[in-house]
């Protein structure tokens, strides 16, 4: 998938951000990637994405 995708709307937070955040600094939860990055701390509907790419990486 494109890492240029905005995934967050309410912060303009890219899928590649979110995905750096998370190798950065070892995140597990869609709290822990809001506390690091904003994204999912508005209106929430981007969450659902952001556990998806939480599943993606911590699987492999
Ligand atoms: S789209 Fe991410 S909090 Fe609203």
Redesign the pocket.
Known sequence: MDNNKT?????D?TRGEIIDAIKAKNLKTIDDVGEATE?????????DDIQEILDELNLG
Do not use: F, L, Y
């Open positions: 995934i967050c709307n309410c912060m937070i994204a999912g701390t508005v209106c929430g509907s981007c969450q």
